[in-house]
């Protein structure tokens, strides 16, 4: 597979991850979104790695699914608490993260 199909697909899937983000007020698909993102960014590291032949983005893909868990621990750890303070996960109900 040629790369500029690679690179054109990450793009694809990076802008889907943006639109999610921008136009949705669900905080799980926003979440999801931000997944998506960082996948289309794995993506283009990997297509870039295998033209070029080098290893070193392997372990930048590495690092970015390590963040990714990370980032789904803590948002869904945040999630929950907003829901069970408020009774739903609509991104205007919460105006402040107040303790």
Do not use: W
Request: glycine share 8%; aromatic share 8%.
């Amino acid at each position: 597979m040629p790369l500029e199909h690679l690179l054109l697909f990450s793009f694809v899937l990076f802008s889907l991850g943006c639109a999610g983000v921008v136009l949705r007020k669900n905080l799980l698909v926003m979440l999801m979104s931000v997944e998506l993102m960082l996948n289309a960014v794995n993506l283009a590291f990997v297509g870039v790695a295998r033209m070029i032949g080098g290893h070193d983005a392997h372990i930048m893909v590495m690092m970015i699914y390590v963040v990714a868990a990370v980032e789904v621990a803590i948002g869904m750890a945040i999630v929950v608490n907003m829901f069970r303070q408020k009774d739903t996960i609509d991104v205007n109900s919460f105006d402040a993260m107040r303790g």
